[in-house]
């Protein structure tokens, strides 16, 4: 780890963690969004490590780990916990219980993503499109020259394209087909280079599958069988919610038994032997008795009682490989869909109710984008050979500070605007909104039960699956952009000379999301600083 997790890389981690972290709190309460932070982040890193002198790739990168770890921290929050306010908005809870919660998900984040770091970075070998667009950043930005410039003029034009977009609101953000809105269906296109990108990074096979969940979801569950008389409109809705959600679930549990119980020796031993095998990030001999310490404090301090907090944890070791495979096959990472899977499950189980039911995910939510996080980071260090244990331990860092920040952020808002202010034109919270919706249950139980069986063969086929469920969960307009920007890469892999040996079209690429991803960073702290003053 020598020249790669240092004193200065950390202390600039935490600076940058507080400030993403505050940013992305009010984000993702005032616009329903959370920009990936990594292309930020890495900027940000490269250049003060450079200002500060001498510096390589892997200091970079496991700074840049540290400072990013906090956004998602703050995004499974906000994402989760603002529904509790929703639901009754005269209801107190606690700072101390929201901590422990916040810290008990980064906790079991941590945990099982040094887990499965190893199948889904190294065997699995998945795109995660963000990682790729780092290190590609890294290693151009340091090279310099030509490819630096394409790099950096591409980064310039979609930052400048995406203020105008999203700040001035010059341009668009959606264009959608009028006639198909009866429907329920956003048929139509969203106007983001950065997706176009992460379809281009991904490939056509992946994209394809995608699309094709878009299709059968908006064409043929919300127009054509709504036009038939199958269902009504509002039934159609239910239909395609609760399949896409059991497609999810159902891809989840094929990872679990084809992938990660089969080799669950190799891939947990570590918590028992306290030896880490090769390619691990560390020994997690440790890590048994954390996990009972947390289901300990959920019971006794949550009072999500003995059977809830455990299979709380059994939920999110579950949750954590699906947005580890969902995060690594499309860059996207819904977090609160994999809270809501998590808490469905543990109603059918237990009678937990009410705040103790948004805990359940808000805990999933907060590992799982913490998960999402680092395995970008894993992924951008394995192309630099950065050692993954300095990684891991700067994202422990970072996401620690990220908790104590995200809590109180949340909490001054709480004191400042009430919880009333949750679900309002002042703070949408439009994720949180979802999660309140369904702690009544799944609506279509018939389509989630669907969805499960059928994921769970066609994963077991080798069916990018997860990517159908997330097109048909997803609105359309999502999905046909990242099908453009695959359809892109299939066209210059077979018409542009070099194209599949070079990296020039990755390079654009990356600039395209970075470009993006850095403008919505600093347009959230913007807002955030509007809304602090």
């Not at 992305?24 to 890495?42: E, G, H, Q, R, Y």
């Not at 700074?63 to 921290?73: E, H």
């Not at 699906?322 to 899977?341: K, Q, W, Y």
Request: net charge positive; charged share 10%.
């Amino acid at each position: 780890m020598k020249n790669q997790l240092t004193v200065r890389g950390i202390i600039i981690g935490i600076i940058g963690t507080v400030i993403i972290t505050t940013a992305s709190m009010f984000i993702a309460l005032k616009l329903s969004s959370l920009p990936w932070p990594i292309m930020f982040v890495t900027l940000v890193s490269m250049f003060s490590l450079k200002m500060l002198g001498k510096t390589n790739l892997k200091e970079i990168n496991v700074t840049q780990t540290a400072m990013s770890a906090g956004s998602m921290v703050a995004g499974g929050l906000a994402f989760t916990v603002p529904g509790i306010w929703m639901v009754n908005s005269n209801v107190e809870v606690s700072w101390i219980r929201l901590l422990l919660l916040t810290l008990g998900g980064v906790a079991m984040g941590l945990i099982f993503t040094a887990l499965v770091r190893k199948h889904f970075i190294d065997t699995a070998d998945l795109p995660y499109p963000m990682g790729q667009a780092c290190a590609k950043t890294l290693e151009t930005g340091d090279e310099g020259g030509k490819k630096a410039v394409v790099l950096f003029a591409t980064m310039g034009i979609a930052s400048l394209f995406a203020f105008l977009r999203d700040f001035f609101h010059k341009i668009p953000a959606v264009l959608v087909n009028k006639k198909m809105l009866a429907y329920g269906s956003h048929t139509g296109v969203y106007v983001s280079p950065m997706l176009a990108a992460v379809g281009y990074i991904i490939g056509p096979k992946n994209n394809a599958v995608w699309f094709i969940g878009a299709i059968l979801a908006d064409f043929g569950i919300l127009f054509a069988c709504t036009e038939v008389g199958l269902w009504t409109s509002d039934t159609a809705m239910t239909v395609k919610q609760s399949l896409g959600i059991g497609l999810m679930v159902g891809t989840g549990i094929g990872v679990l038994f084809k992938n990660i119980i089969p080799k669950a020796k190799s891939i947990f031993g570590g918590m028992f032997s306290g030896r880490a095998e090769k390619c691990d990030v560390v020994s997690m001999r440790w890590a048994p008795m954390i996990l009972v310490l947390i289901a300990f404090a959920f019971t006794k301090w949550l009072g999500l009682g003995v059977v809830a907090s455990c299979l709380t944890i059994i939920g999110v070791w579950l949750a954590t490989a699906m947005a580890s495979e969902c995060v690594g096959l499309t860059g996207i990472n819904p977090m609160e869909i994999f809270g809501i899977i998590v808490l469905l499950a543990v109603k059918a189980c237990t009678s937990i109710e009410g705040t103790e039911a948004f805990f359940v995910a808000a805990v999933v939510a907060v590992a799982c984008g913490l998960c999402g996080d680092i395995m970008n980071d894993f992924k951008a260090g394995r192309i630099l050979d950065t050692d993954p244990k300095a990684q891991w331990i700067g994202e422990c860092i970072g996401s620690l500070v990220g908790a104590f920040v995200s809590v109180g952020v949340l909490m001054v808002i709480i004191k400042a605007y009430g919880g009333a202010s949750f679900g309002t034109e002042m703070f949408p919270a439009a994720q949180a909104g979802a999660v309140s919706a369904m702690v009544g249950g799944i609506s279509n139980v018939p389509a989630f039960t669907v969805g499960i069986v059928t994921a769970f063969v066609l994963y077991c086929f080798n069916v990018p699956v997860m990517t159908l469920g997330l097109g048909i969960y997803l609105p359309f307009f999502m999905s046909a952009t990242a099908f453009i920007g695959g359809m892109i890469r299939l066209v210059t892999d077979k018409y542009v000379k070099g194209a599949k040996t070079g990296n020039g079209g990755l390079i654009v690429a990356s600039g395209l999301l970075g470009g993006e991803g850095i403008a919505g960073v600093i347009i959230a702290i913007m807002i955030a600083f509007k809304s602090i003053t």
